[in-house]
């Protein structure tokens, strides 16, 4: 059965996507910022970010590295750029591959949060049916890239999240996908056997940090449940209670609810991929053969307001934060995002994702996604956060950046230095 408000909030955002999909203009904030294109280099702007609305993702390498180079301005470093090689095994290796997909690995541990490839179009996906493409994923997915992923994490069953995880699953070794209980429902429709799915909400398992946040929407794990470390090879990995702001004028909730049995067949109707109890998580990496900390990295799958989401107090004592990974889609629904969790917790690093229309593949041109505010304004509001403390510089596709924020185009490799 699949819980939760009627179709409504998905018909009343029908004739929004369509007017988008089609160039029609509903205000002239939102239309702008659609047709603006990514961000451009320029006076406070750091790191890899989106060049122009003509850049793919395949084109872009070029100027990735040329965004690079920019100022950093009021993030307190020169932006100042050199090329050469990381040095070997050192340093946090991050890809972006689109949406809200980061491949994440120090030495030999790899953990996964999923990109979407098949990217259905907006007409698909508001009147249509929705499936994924696995020639689409065969094309943008490095081949042997995931083969040492132990854990695919999930934060939601929303399908710009998880519809491609199935083909994802398969191009790992042996990963365990780990999310709320949608996502495992549904990931069992889709034919991934249980013994790869661990929902971190169940009751039965109590996995999820609930110190942040009521009981959850759709089991009813309880508020104040400290939940338990996902132990994984070289890594471990914290699922934080968190939630999922309204994505279209701050008024329009797409397929919120909860997908609480296996839905057979699979749905091919978007909206029916309820998103369940949003979670972030938070990954440590080990020194090899130690338990001792390498690297910290929070991963946002949902903007939020505070103090949902957030890991607790408790959790910094052993390690503190050194890369952020945010979510820029729909930040302006919630409260002082991203402010308030730099603020909070002071990430050495900050990556902002999920930022592109994902209703177009990476081969077509890179705009936001529709209807949403500015991407420039988020990383305005990231750089005012991070203040003017430096930081060593980041390794970007082969050059050294002086920089601490980044919102990378797909495909862009990071290495991050050590604490």
Do not use: K
Request: net charge negative.
């Amino acid at each position: 059965m699949i819980l939760g408000r009627q179709r409504r909030s998905s018909r009343a955002a029908r004739w929004l996507l369509a007017l988008s999909a089609c160039g029609g203009d509903v205000s002239d904030g939102a239309q702008s910022s659609s047709a603006s294109g990514a961000s451009s280099t320029g006076a406070g702007t750091s790191g890899t970010i989106a060049g122009t609305a003509t850049t793919t993702a395949a084109e872009s390498t070029t100027s990735r590295t040329d965004v690079a180079s920019a100022s950093a301005g009021s993030s307190g470093a020169d932006g100042s750029s050199s090329t050469g090689e990381p040095p070997a095994d050192e340093g946090l290796q991050v890809r972006f591959l689109g949406v809200g997909g980061f491949s994440l690995r120090y030495r030999d541990a790899q953990v996964l949060s999923p990109p979407m490839y098949s990217n259905p179009d907006v007409l698909s996906v508001e009147f249509g049916d929705i499936a994924a493409d696995p020639a689409r994923v065969a094309a943008f997915l490095e081949p042997g890239s995931l083969s040492d992923t132990s854990a695919i994490l999930v934060g939601h069953a929303h399908y710009d999240h998880l519809l491609d995880v199935p083909l994802l699953w398969e191009a790992t070794a042996a990963a365990t996908i780990y999310g709320n209980t949608s996502v495992r429902n549904l990931m069992l429709a889709a034919g991934v056997p249980e013994r790869a799915l661990v929902a971190v909400d169940d009751p039965a398992v109590a996995l999820a940090d609930m110190r942040m946040c009521p009981d959850d929407m759709c089991t009813g794990l309880a508020a104040g449940t400290e939940g338990a470390w996902i132990e994984l090879p070289g890594a471990r990995a914290r699922a934080l209670c968190s939630e999922h702001p309204d994505q279209i004028f701050g008024i329009v909730h797409f397929a919120p609810g909860c997908v609480d049995t296996v839905p057979m067949p699979l749905p091919t109707a978007a909206d029916q991929w309820r998103e369940g109890a949003t979670m972030a998580f938070l990954v440590d990496f080990f020194e090899p053969g130690t338990r001792t900390i390498a690297f910290r990295v929070y991963v946002q799958d949902a903007p939020t307001n505070a103090p949902l989401g957030f890991p607790h107090d408790s959790l910094l004592d052993e390690h503190a934060i050194d890369l952020a990974v945010l979510n820029v889609g729909s930040w302006e629904n919630v409260s002082d995002h991203p402010g308030a969790f730099i603020a909070a917790f002071a990430p050495r690093y900050v990556l902002g994702g999920h930022w592109e229309d994902f209703f177009r593949p990476q081969d077509q041109p890179l705009q936001p996604i529709p209807l949403q505010a500015p991407p420039e304004d988020f990383d305005a509001a990231a750089l005012a956060a991070l203040g003017d403390e430096p930081q060593p510089p980041v390794w970007v596709d082969g050059a050294s950046v002086q920089a601490r924020y980044f919102r990378p185009v797909p495909g862009t490799d990071f290495v991050f230095p050590p604490p």
